[in-house]
C-alpha cells in the first residue's frame, strides 16, 4: 500500500467520522425534541389533571384495535379464557 492509498484512505476514513457525527447529532436532537415533547405534554396533563391520555391508553392497552367492541374482544379471547389464560386485570377478582 502506497503512500497515496494510504492519505486516500484516511481522508475517506475522515469523511465517514464526519458524516456518522453529524447522523449521531441528528439522532441525539431528536430525541431530545421528543423528550421536551413529552415532558411539556406531561407538564400541561399535571397542570389540567387531564386523565384521558391514560384512558386512551388503557383502552387501546386492553382493546387493541379501536374498531372492535368488547364483544369482540371476548370472542377473539375465548381460548385464552377457556385455558385460564387470563389477563390478571380481567379477573373478576
Given at each position: 500500500?502506497?503512500?497515496?492509498?494510504?492519505?486516500?484512505?484516511?481522508?475517506?476514513?475522515?469523511?465517514?467520522?464526519?458524516?456518522?457525527?453529524?447522523?449521531k447529532d441528528k439522532r441525539?436532537?431528536?430525541?431530545?425534541?421528543?423528550?421536551?415533547?413529552?415532558?411539556?405534554?406531561?407538564?400541561k396533563m399535571r397542570i389540567?389533571?387531564?386523565?384521558?391520555?391514560?384512558?386512551?391508553?388503557?383502552?387501546?392497552?386492553?382493546?387493541?384495535?379501536?374498531?372492535?367492541?368488547?364483544?369482540?374482544?371476548?370472542?377473539?379471547?375465548?381460548?385464552?379464557?377457556?385455558?385460564?389464560?387470563?389477563?390478571?386485570?380481567?379477573?373478576?377478582?
Open positions: 500500500m502506497g503512500e497515496d492509498e494510504k492519505r486516500r484512505r484516511i481522508e475517506q476514513m475522515q469523511m465517514d467520522a464526519k458524516t456518522h457525527e453529524r447522523s441525539i436532537e431528536a430525541a431530545e425534541k421528543k423528550d421536551s415533547e413529552v415532558d411539556d405534554l406531561e407538564k389540567n389533571s387531564d386523565q384521558k391520555y391514560f384512558r386512551d391508553m388503557r383502552e387501546k392497552a386492553y382493546m387493541g384495535d379501536e374498531n372492535q367492541s368488547v364483544a369482540d374482544r371476548l370472542k377473539n379471547q375465548r381460548h385464552r379464557r377457556q385455558k385460564n389464560l387470563n389477563d390478571p386485570l380481567e379477573k373478576d377478582g
